[in-house]
């Protein structure tokens, strides 16, 4: 029987066993019986501990220096460097012994991009995000990761402007990232979103661009990030459908007010409540089961 009822008293090595490897990449008999002995908040606090690397970036092993943050020149080619960065996340995983890599996981397969849109520094960025907010605000990552360089590369958005608007980012945003299609009810309407939503998100989406690694950096991370570009952004007042209570946001005025008019719609996407359900059915699927009952659902 599905239940929310906290569980009483101590694990034991069978839930601790299983309550590990639904949650991490590295669990042996000695991690088994130190999670044996603690009750599931303990486990849960222990789990959710804040994560290091114990590397902070990758090294290349033709100079045995790492070449990220260092500045010091790297030797490999930016293909097989790709390859380094991914090696490095995968021994982090497997030697941590909380939920943050599987986490990190779990949010790459949601904000999903192509380790080739851009070159290896920003593949490294993207990652680095992502393991800022693994156990952070969902919420606050959709609006960091609308201005990441390698999202912004790998569906278009760097390249969505009042003159030619790209549908590819607000798409995706709505039906794969947040809110996700319902039933569909008209032509056009999929209950959570309309065609109409697409097309105003895009236009509030126009004139960003790429930012310039180690120059423009997010104040919130400390990592490069898209920056506003007024000249290119649409500025008229984006009005969305009934599925979002026909919200108006108006323009921004002003580069720096960018910012306000894209946070807006976030908010504006994220105070629906099927935007929650939507995001909670992912988690459930991805760390219980794929199987998700009418009870569970409720």
Do not use: C
């Amino acid at each position: 029987m599905a239940s929310l009822t906290e569980r009483s008293g101590v694990l034991g090595p069978h839930l601790a066993a299983h309550l590990l490897r639904r949650t991490t990449y590295n669990f042996d008999k000695k991690t088994i019986d130190q999670f044996g002995v603690k009750t599931a908040a303990e486990a849960v606090d222990e789990l959710f501990a804040p994560f290091t690397p114990s590397m902070d970036e990758p090294i290349d092993w033709e100079t045995m220096e790492p070449w990220i943050n260092s500045g010091v020149p790297p030797v490999s080619s930016d293909g097989r460097l790709k390859g380094y960065i991914i090696g490095w996340w995968l021994n982090e995983a497997r030697t941590k012994s909380t939920i943050h890599s599987k986490m990190m996981f779990f949010l790459h397969s949601n904000f999903i991009i192509h380790a080739d849109a851009r070159s290896n520094v920003y593949l490294f960025d993207n990652l680095e995000l992502i393991r800022l907010y693994s156990t952070g605000s969902f919420k606050e990552l959709a609006l960091k990761m609308t201005n990441d360089n390698m999202m912004m590369e790998y569906l278009d958005n760097a390249y969505n402007t009042k003159w030619n608007p790209n549908e590819n980012y607000a798409r995706e945003f709505l039906e794969l990232f947040t809110i996700g299609k319902g039933p569909q009810i008209g032509e056009g309407d999929y209950t959570n979103y309309t065609e109409e939503d697409v097309a105003e998100a895009a236009k509030l989406l126009t004139g960003w661009r790429f930012g310039l690694r180690g120059v423009d950096l997010d104040p919130d991370t400390g990592l490069t990030a898209g920056i506003p570009d007024f000249v290119r952004h649409d500025v008229t007042t984006k009005t969305f459908s009934h599925a979002f209570n026909n919200t108006e946001i108006l323009p921004a005025v002003d580069e720096s007010d960018m910012i306000r008019e894209l946070s807006e719609f976030v908010d504006m996407v994220f105070a629906q409540e099927e935007t929650a359900r939507f995001i909670i059915r992912k988690i459930y699927r991805f760390f219980v089961s794929r199987h998700i009952t009418e009870e569970i659902e409720n």
